[in-house]
């Protein structure tokens, strides 16, 4: 497995009395996607903060490339592309005179700044609104200034609060894949408030929590936590689904099964399984046994936004299995 590109032990961040970031340790390598969730004020811009050195930890250590962002940060700093939450800075100049400064900050200059901007201007498009002055640039194209200025110096370690927030579909998409192609040779972490990007870009994400991981694993891994993890939904007519139905609940490794009217005279019916484990060769058999006309059959993977409100809604307000 290759070394981690950026670690942080046991991160903690306190504010007066608050604390944002509780505890919290990961480690992010090449060709790793990790998502950062969690609901508004979760500590996920805190701890991106702290990741990137602007923001000193109250507890704990963050190593960039092996380099210790407390005591080398310069160096640390280096490595990093950093899209922070929010506009950038400095309204009155352009993306060309704004990106020109952060190069040259970064210690570029000359030729290779000159091909660095332009490739950068047609990849995150900004090509048309190059030399218009910032303050008067629309939300998207800030967005992607703001993705821009923490690519430009091809960093190792990228980090980045929300980056499809304010853009439009199209831009989403093409920011996803910017990201997708980007992991191939760096380690990312992207903060988001999109389920579906997870799917989309993730390929690892976290759920924070009052400044806790309360989740870590893979897409599918945080999916099979659902309750319909492995449910199996079918779609019929009418007149066989309570029939079927009752047949269903009669296999063994059936927990529960519910009958929901669809327009059309047709019904959906679900099955649950016990403990999510698949119950999809046993359905199949019993339509065939039966010669039930489906009109449409599908394996739940797991829905991630059940998952997610489980794990960060007090207990009262999760959801029970079947019941959703
Ligand atoms: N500079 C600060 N001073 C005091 N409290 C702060 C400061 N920065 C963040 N906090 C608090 O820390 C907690 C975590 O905030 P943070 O911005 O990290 O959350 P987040 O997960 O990024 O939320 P969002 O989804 O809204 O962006 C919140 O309670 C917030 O009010
Ligand atoms: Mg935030």
């Given at each position: 497995?290759?070394?981690?590109?950026i670690?942080?032990?046991?991160?903690s961040?306190?504010?007066?009395?608050?604390?944002?970031v509780d505890?919290?340790?990961?480690?992010?390598?090449?060709?790793?996607?990790?998502g950062?969730?969690?609901?508004?004020?979760?500590g996920?811009?805190?701890?991106?903060?702290?990741?990137?050195?602007?923001l000193?930890?109250?507890?704990?250590e963050?190593?960039?490339?092996?380099?210790?962002?407390l005591?080398d940060?310069?160096k640390?700093?280096?490595?990093?592309?950093?899209?922070?939450?929010?506009?950038?800075?400095?309204?009155?100049?352009t993306p060309?005179?704004?990106?020109?400064?952060?190069?040259?900050a970064?210690?570029?200059?000359?030729?290779?700044l000159?091909?660095?901007?332009?490739?950068?201007?047609?990849q995150?498009h900004?090509?048309?609104?190059?030399?218009?002055?910032?303050?008067?640039?629309?939300?998207?194209?800030k967005?992607?200034?703001?993705?821009?200025q923490?690519?430009?110096?091809d960093?190792q370690?990228?980090?980045?609060d929300?980056?499809?927030?304010?853009l439009?579909?199209?831009?989403?998409?093409?920011?996803?894949?910017?990201?997708?192609?980007?992991a191939?040779?760096?380690?990312?972490?992207?903060?988001?408030h999109?389920l579906?990007e997870?799917?989309?870009?993730?390929?690892r994400?976290?759920?924070?929590a009052?400044g806790?991981?309360?989740a870590?694993?893979t897409?599918s891994?945080?999916?099979?936590?659902?309750?319909?993890?492995?449910?199996?939904?079918?779609l019929?007519?009418?007149?066989?689904a309570?029939?079927?139905?009752?047949?269903l609940?009669?296999?063994?490794?059936?927990?529960?099964?519910?009958?929901i009217?669809?327009?059309?005279d047709?019904?959906?019916v679900?099955?649950?399984p016990?403990?999510g484990?698949?119950?999809?060769?046993?359905?199949?058999?019993?339509?065939?046994?039966?010669?039930?006309?489906?009109?449409?059959?599908?394996?739940?993977p797991?829905?991630?936004?059940?998952?997610?409100?489980?794990?960060?809604?007090?207990?009262e307000?999760?959801i029970?299995?079947?019941?959703?």
């Amino acid at each position: 497995m290759p070394e981690p590109m950026i670690e942080a032990v046991s991160l903690s961040k306190q504010f007066g009395r608050i604390v944002a970031v509780d505890d919290i340790s990961f480690s992010v390598r090449v060709g790793e996607v990790l998502g950062f969730l969690g609901p508004n004020g979760a500590g996920k811009t805190t701890t991106m903060r702290m990741l990137t050195g602007y923001l000193r930890p109250t507890k704990g250590e963050v190593s960039v490339c092996g380099i210790n962002m407390l005591s080398d940060p310069v160096k640390a700093k280096a490595k990093i592309g950093y899209l922070p939450e929010g506009a950038p800075l400095y309204p009155e100049m352009t993306p060309s005179t704004l990106l020109r400064f952060t190069g040259q900050a970064r210690g570029m200059g000359g030729e290779e700044l000159a091909n660095r901007m332009d490739a950068i201007a047609d990849q995150v498009h900004l090509r048309e609104v190059w030399d218009q002055s910032i303050e008067t640039l629309s939300k998207g194209y800030k967005r992607r200034l703001g993705l821009a200025q923490a690519i430009l110096h091809d960093p190792q370690v990228l980090i980045l609060d929300e980056p499809t927030d304010g853009l439009d579909p199209n831009q989403k998409r093409e920011v996803r894949q910017l990201v997708r192609d980007m992991a191939r040779s760096k380690a990312i972490i992207i903060s988001t408030h999109i389920l579906e990007e997870v799917n989309a870009v993730c390929t690892r994400a976290v759920i924070l929590a009052q400044g806790r991981i309360v989740a870590d694993g893979t897409p599918s891994e945080l999916e099979s936590m659902a309750s319909d993890h492995n449910a199996v939904s079918i779609l019929l007519p009418r007149p066989e689904a309570s029939g079927f139905a009752q047949k269903l609940q009669g296999i063994a490794s059936v927990r529960t099964v519910q009958v929901i009217d669809r327009e059309e005279d047709q019904c959906l019916v679900q099955a649950y399984p016990i403990q999510g484990s698949p119950i999809l060769k046993e359905v199949t058999d019993l339509i065939r046994d039966q010669k039930v006309s489906i009109l449409e059959l599908r394996q739940e993977p797991g829905r991630l936004d059940e998952v997610f409100r489980n794990l960060t809604l007090p207990a009262e307000e999760t959801i029970q299995g079947g019941q959703a």
